[in-house]
């Protein structure tokens, strides 16, 4: 086995319903779902959205210990409603607080929803960003998607003429996600087969920091990284994959 395999780590960070109340119960429980990361030592991204940065500031400041902080933009309101002037401001009011707390700025974005354009993913080069986490590049074909839809490729690539990374969210056969919610809603076996059928070089495992709401997520997460080291993936942060790249 000399391939080299590796599966990029990621969470979105952010509010969450709850019986239609907008909370942030997810985002308090977060530490439970980080533990499991911790026992295995996977280092993943954390996309926070500013509003998390600004009323957990303290946990964002503990988190950052061991895993990267990127940007989830400020208010997670879904990019295709949101002009280039608002857009912009989500963006430069998430910098500020980000320099604010951590005297650096945020390597990684993820759009809300993975709704991202050509006009958005310029902006993100305008404003400093290496690398950007938007693009689902073969989604389900029998699931909606309002985000990109040009063809994309399934492993990290330079977005062209720019400098920003683009690493996509590959899942595996047909697209299928390695994805919080279809990781809850789908039998295990499912994953097991899959894996048994192909081994992608690269792969995304993505979850929802209201994911760690659901009791029955945990052993399942566990099984999903239980076979992605069984298949010798290495598990990356957005920063690895950068360095990794030189
Ligand atoms: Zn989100």
Redesign the pocket.
């Known amino acids: 086995m000399s391939r080299n395999k590796s599966c990029f780590v990621s969470i979105?960070v952010?509010h969450d319903l709850r019986d239609g109340e907008r909370t942030f119960a997810g985002v308090e429980n977060l530490n439970s779902l980080l533990s499991l990361f911790k026992k295995y030592n996977i280092s993943a991204t954390l996309?926070v959205?500013g509003e998390v940065l600004e009323k957990y500031r303290n946990l964002a400041e503990n988190w950052s210990r061991n895993y990267e902080i990127s940007c989830?933009a400020y208010t997670?309101r879904y990019w295709n409603t949101l002009n280039e002037k608002e857009r912009e401001e989500e963006l430069q009011k998430f910098l500020e607080l980000y320099q604010s707390i951590f005297q650096s700025k945020p390597l990684g974005f993820?759009a809300?929803?993975h709704i991202i354009d050509e006009e958005g993913l310029r902006l993100l080069e305008e404003k400093g960003f290496l690398y950007d986490s938007s693009i689902v590049p073969h989604y389900p074909p029998f699931k909606k998607y309002r985000g990109y839809t040009g063809k994309a490729p399934l492993s990290p690539y330079k977005l062209s003429g720019g400098k920003l990374l683009e690493i996509p969210n590959s899942g595996q056969l047909l697209g299928l996600p390695l994805a919080g919610t279809w990781i809850r809603k789908l039998p295990l076996a499912v994953y097991k087969f899959l894996f048994f059928v192909r081994k992608p070089r690269f792969l995304s495992l993505s979850m929802?920091s209201w994911d760690s709401l659901h009791a029955d997520f945990y052993w399942k997460l566990e099984e999903i990284i239980k076979i992605l080291k069984k298949n010798n993936y290495t598990f990356l942060n957005g920063k690895q994959i950068l360095e990794n790249r030189g």
């Open positions: 979105d952010e996309f959205t989830h997670h993820r809300p929803s929802h």
